[in-house]
């Protein structure tokens, strides 16, 4: 942390609204340029001016509204429901068996205290949750905050979660058993269907992160692409998380956590005892006050695309990643890393510092994701528009980098610190 921050104070008037904005327009000289496709995280960008104008309306509509509570604003909690029913039809899951959440973090988490709960019904006091290295560190932070224990067991040459790994690291303190579908660093689906025989075999749960795959996979699949089994079609998976505000595109603050019945969902709730003074309090997420327009914004993303728009958007993708990808191999001293079953890659180099490469593409506004084994992309539908520009930018910063050159820019950084 630097000494050189300067604390801002509340004005002691209130400003006009054209300052404002002026000063937050000001204050995002250095954001990221998401709007011409060229950062490869964090964003996942449509391609669809009807889409965002229609989200902008949503959330004018609900501004103020609060979920928390349903009674006094029903419109939600169908909406809600719906949103949640659309994606369990579309998952193979049951209806009125899941909700949202603000992201994948907090559906992770409230995957991992079901299992918690249902672990300690069945006696265990130290409930442990088994995933593969590559999982996301959102179940790391879930055991942390939920006092559990993670076993994290190796990946295959293929950087799919190794089975026999699982199986033997199984024991009688297992709550749940997880696979990704798919993970984020390599963008490879763990085989779900030897994970869920994994966890019937041994009656704990088993949860899917879908949070990436969770609305293309199905597209994918109708597309004509091979998709391995991942979703409740597998016997023995018991619930799954998938973003609406990733390939759903959503804006931001909206995911689902669905289970495999209902029983299982309101082990998901809180219903506090009544003694606080304040009247009954139940809630199926870690919030309290929760934002209308995320779901709002999800139910409108969902109806305005339908079917048939998210398989054109899959379409889109699908081409910008294999271009992508056959751009990259073409590039001497490059080669993709894995053999990826969605859209999402990591590509290394044994003959260039990537870093140094990020550094450059970096002073021409280009983001490819930071990462130890590589630099990463995740391909939105837009990206599609920028294939070209892109790899023309990456094979000019690696013929700077071949002189040796090496990054100054530290580790490689997901998300932020303290400031
Ligand atoms: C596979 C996977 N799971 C979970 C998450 C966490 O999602 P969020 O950042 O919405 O909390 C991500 C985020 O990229 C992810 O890629």
Redesign the pocket.
């Known amino acids: 942390m630097s000494g050189e921050r300067t604390a801002a104070a509340l004005p002691s008037a209130g400003l006009p609204d054209d300052e404002v904005l002026a000063q937050l327009r000001a204050n995002r000289h250095d954001d990221a340029d998401w709007r011409n496709g060229r950062i490869f995280?964090l964003i996942f960008h449509p391609d669809d001016d009807e889409l965002e104008e229609l989200l902008a309306a949503v959330s004018r509509e609900y501004l103020a509204e609060n979920a928390l509570n349903p009674v006094r604003f029903p419109s939600l909690a169908r909406l809600e429901r719906e949103t949640a029913d659309m994606m369990a039809g579309l998952l193979h899951g049951t209806p009125g068996a899941g909700g949202l959440t603000s992201?994948?973090?907090?559906s992770?988490f409230m995957a991992v205290l079901v299992a918690r709960e249902t672990a300690r019904k069945r006696g265990i006091e130290d409930p442990v949750l088994v995933t593969a290295v590559t999982a996301?560190p959102?179940f790391a932070k879930a055991c942390h905050l939920l006092d559990m224990r993670q076993v994290r067991v190796p990946v295959d040459e293929g950087y799919r979660l190794e089975v026999d790994a699982m199986r033997a690291a199984v024991g009688p303190d297992t709550a749940m058993v997880v696979a990704?579908a798919?993970?984020?660093p390599y963008g490879v689906i763990d085989p779900v269907t030897e994970v869920a025989a994994i966890a019937r075999e041994a009656g704990v749960l088993c949860h899917v992160?879908a949070?990436?795959g969770g609305l293309m996979l199905p597209f994918w699949e109708r597309l004509g692409e091979p998709v391995p089994p991942w979703d409740f079609r597998v016997e023995g998976v018991t619930s799954i998380?998938a973003?609406l505000?990733?390939y759903g595109y959503a804006f931001k603050g909206a995911?689902v956590l669905l289970h495999r019945d209902r029983e299982q969902y309101r082990t998901q709730w809180w219903f506090d005892d009544g003694a606080w003074g304040g009247g009954l309090y139940g809630s199926p997420t870690a919030a309290g006050t929760r934002p209308a327009p995320p779901i709002a914004g999800a139910w409108a993303a969902l109806r305005h695309l339908g079917e048939d728009g998210y398989v054109r958007m899959a379409g889109k993708v699908r081409d910008a990643t294999r271009r992508l990808m056959a751009g990259i191999e073409a590039i001497d001293g490059l080669h993709v890393t894995s053999t990826p079953d969605l859209c999402v890659f990591q590509f290394g180099s044994d003959v260039v510092d990537l870093d140094a490469v990020a550094d450059l593409l970096a002073e021409q506004g280009w983001y490819p994701n930071r990462q130890p084994g590589g630099l990463h992309l995740m391909v939105s539908p837009y990206h599609l528009r920028v294939v070209d520009e892109f790899l023309a930018a990456l094979a000019a910063a690696v013929e700077q980098a071949r002189d040796g050159r090496s990054s100054d820019s530290g580790p490689a950084t997901y998300a932020g610190q303290p400031s």
């Open positions: 995280g992201g994948g973090t907090e992770i996301h959102a990704s798919p993970c984020y992160d949070c990436l998380s973003d505000h990733k995911s």
